[in-house]
């Protein structure tokens, strides 16, 4: 089970940071991924870690304004997210599968969303 969380509404050029924790499951045995999705839109790929956290993928979009890190001890993913932008509205969503990549159906496990809000 994946529980994302930390959304919110902020203005253009602030931070928010994602949490997803990880429970009845092998944290370290998964890479992990944060997808989103606008109103109207499909999901996209936003960033991936794999499972040591020493390999890591993102969007053109955000890089270098996100960041995604893993705490094997807590579970949990993070994507810090800087210099937001109303584009980025969306909700966020976390997920978990065998191997790091920037598709969805490469991932197995999915939580149930955070919502994101960027006013301008």
């Known amino acids: 089970q994946l529980q994302a969380s930390g959304g919110g509404l902020v203005q253009a050029g602030e931070s928010l940071r994602l949490s997803c924790a990880a429970s009845g499951h092998t944290f370290s045995s998964y890479s992990m991924a944060w997808f989103r999705q606008a109103p109207g839109k499909e999901r996209e790929f936003v960033a991936a870690?794999?499972?040591?956290?020493?390999?890591?993928g993102y969007a053109d979009s955000v890089k270098g304004r996100f960041t995604i890190s893993r705490d094997g001890a807590k579970n949990t993913v993070y994507l810090q997210m800087n210099s937001l932008k109303p584009e980025d509205t969306a909700v966020y969503f976390c997920?978990?599968?065998?191997?790091?990549?920037?598709?969805?159906?490469?991932?197995?496990?999915w939580g149930q969303g955070t919502l994101v809000t960027v006013s301008s």
């Open positions: 997920a978990a599968g065998s191997s790091i990549a920037n598709y969805a159906r490469a991932y197995e496990y």
């Open positions: 870690i794999g499972r040591s956290g020493g390999s890591t």
